[in-house]
């Protein structure tokens, strides 16, 4: 049985597979037969699985009841927040779970309790979980314009809910084990972006992970699809899902232009080019044949609500990540260090050592000629001997790792170098516990595989900067305003981004917009 959704025709009743086992008593029973056994026995259990979403109508394998669903998501959730801060001021979680409420309220499965969180990350994310839990960043939120926007983002969500996306993942996953079980091989499902942020190492939670990840791009077009067709039931105009696209894409475009390595957001439409084609047509789709009124367009409540929202790091934002992580602010790099080992530090360089265990020395070398990463290992290192050399692609930032003997101690070194801007770090292990070489290269190698560019407001100077929504004059102008800014870095492209205006426009008089104080 191929690891895909069943087309209708396919999706037999379990007495069909039951037919076949009795079939089987007339064959010889040989080997042949109690495999053909086996693999009817696991048809038995597949088929017997087939049921139709409860969103499009079309049937899938499933294998768990929807009870089993919300027992997942309950104890999923429970991971989500031991490992991630919530945002608790009590008018915007109320009026986020108000909006949250109307869109399910008109989606495929409203019986859900579904149950909308907000999450105290500066990055621009959304995920749900099964059986109704709804999360979004306090990152994303301070993006969006209007409450369409918003109401866009959450039926994304709830389109994922609704279809059962998670579920058949897992279900796809398990099918996947059995065959390798039967048939002897394995088949990997790979999803996501390709670009994995803070947020997806930090949350507890493997369905969350998942979520923050992102589904395909056959799934995010179907959720995207379902959102357009709940916000327009719900009053809100269905446009407002490529209005979010854009926004996201801009905030992709102005993270390329300064190659910082800041996170994109996860599947939560990062699968769809700017002009893509079948979502412009699926939500031109849906505008057409929906009868129901665009209602929902009056923004002050959420104007209200936003005013007042925290942009960047917080205070509360800071404690999500219990590991050993350092930030080194005046070179803009972070990565975390093996649990309990002591970091001392230098203008450009930072040690983490552990007592008979190993060190980690990383030091920042300008750039002077552009050569690949393993050329500069063996021509400004002298390193000629590398072992289990490897190239390294993390975060949007290259380099290169390698075991080496150290000329000094004669021991085994992890070695390795990444370029971040103009400079190229310099990673040296030292493994001292020649008992265990193995283990302390593995952790040295994973710290290596956290180095990334601190993400533009992640770390918290101690003064919470916040918006506040104005009515723009005949003369505004994004370049004159942002002079006056609190933003530290590229505070006008950060003004425009969170307007909708990048990275060219000027909103007109008296239009709301949104500065930092």
């Given at each position: 049985m191929q690891n895909q959704e069943l087309q209708p025709k396919h999706c037999k009743q379990p007495g069909d597979a039951m037919k076949t086992l009795l079939d089987l008593h007339s064959v010889r029973f040989n080997a042949r037969a109690i495999a053909l056994a086996m693999i009817a026995g696991s048809a038995l259990l597949f088929l017997s699985s087939c049921s139709v979403n409860p969103a499009t109508g079309a049937p899938n394998i499933v294998l768990m009841t929807e009870n089993r669903e919300k027992e997942i998501g309950k104890e999923e959730h429970e991971k989500v927040a031991a490992s991630q801060a919530f945002y608790e001021e009590e008018a915007l979680v109320a009026y986020v779970r108000e909006v949250g409420a109307r869109v399910a309220a008109v989606s495929d499965r409203p019986n859900l309790e579904y149950q909308f969180f907000i999450i105290d990350s500066p990055d621009i994310n959304a995920?749900?979980?099964?059986?109704?839990?709804?999360?979004?960043?306090?990152?994303?939120?301070?993006?969006?314009?209007?409450?369409?926007?918003?109401?866009?983002?959450?039926?994304?969500?709830?389109?994922?809910?609704?279809?059962?996306?998670?579920?058949?993942?897992?279900?796809?996953?398990?099918?996947?084990?059995?065959?390798?079980?039967?048939?002897?091989?394995?088949?990997?499902?790979?999803?996501?972006?390709?670009?994995?942020?803070?947020?997806?190492?930090q949350v507890a939670s493997i369905w969350a992970q998942t979520g923050l990840s992102g589904f395909g791009r056959e799934h995010e077009l179907e959720a995207d699809s379902l959102g357009a067709e709940y916000i327009a039931k719900a009053g809100y105009d269905p446009i407002a899902v490529i209005d979010v696209v854009t926004v996201l894409k801009n905030q992709e475009d102005f993270n390329r232009k300064i190659s910082s390595g800041n996170q994109s957001y996860h599947g939560l439409f990062a699968t769809h080019p700017r002009n893509d084609t079948r979502l412009q047509e699926a939500i031109a789709s849906v505008a057409n044949l929906s009868d129901n009124e665009i209602t929902m367009t009056d923004n002050t409540a959420f104007r209200e609500k936003i005013d007042g929202l925290i942009i960047g790091a917080?205070?509360?934002?800071?404690?999500?990540?219990?590991?050993?992580?350092?930030?080194?602010?005046?070179?803009?790099?972070?990565?975390?260090?093996?649990?309990?080992?002591?970091?001392?530090?230098?203008?450009?360089?930072?040690?983490?050592?552990?007592?008979?265990?190993?060190?980690?020395?990383?030091?920042?070398?300008?750039?002077?000629?552009?050569?690949?990463?393993?050329?500069?290992?063996?021509?400004?290192?002298?390193?000629?001997?590398?072992?289990?050399?490897?190239?390294?692609?993390?975060?949007?930032?290259?380099?290169?790792?390698?075991?080496?003997?150290?000329?000094?101690?004669?021991?085994m070194e992890r070695i390795a170098v990444i370029y971040l801007g103009p400079r190229a770090f310099v990673f040296r292990g030292d493994i001292q516990n020649s008992s265990a070489t193995d283990e302390v290269d593995a952790s040295l190698l994973e710290t290596v595989r956290t180095f990334r560019a601190i993400q533009n407001g992640e770390t918290f100077s101690g003064n919470e900067l916040k918006i506040k929504f104005v009515q723009a004059s005949e003369f505004f102008d994004f370049a004159v305003v942002s002079q006056q800014s609190k933003l530290a870095n590229y505070p006008e492209d950060t003004l425009r981004l969170l307007n909708g205006y990048y990275p060219i426009g000027t909103p007109k008089a008296g239009e709301w917009v949104k500065l930092i104080e």
């Open positions: 995920f749900a979980l099964p059986g109704g839990y709804v999360y979004v960043n306090r990152g994303l939120l301070t993006f969006m314009n209007t409450e369409a926007q918003l109401a866009a983002v959450i039926a994304h969500e709830i389109g994922h809910i609704t279809a059962r996306h998670a579920v058949q993942q897992q279900a796809r996953g398990a099918l996947a084990k059995t065959a390798a079980t039967v048939g002897g091989f394995v088949t990997a499902v790979a999803t996501g972006s390709g670009y994995v942020g803070s947020q997806i190492s917080s205070q509360g934002s800071q404690t999500q990540d219990n590991r050993n992580r350092y930030y080194q602010t005046l070179l803009g790099y972070t990565l975390v260090f093996p649990d309990g080992w002591a970091v001392t530090e230098t203008t450009t360089t930072v040690t983490a050592s552990n007592e008979g265990i190993g060190t980690m020395r990383i030091e920042a070398q300008r750039l002077q000629a552009n050569i690949e990463p393993r050329v500069f290992i063996r021509d400004n290192l002298g390193i000629t001997n590398l072992q289990k050399s490897e190239a390294l692609e993390q975060y949007r930032l290259v380099g290169h790792t390698g075991l080496a003997p150290s000329a000094e101690t004669g021991r």
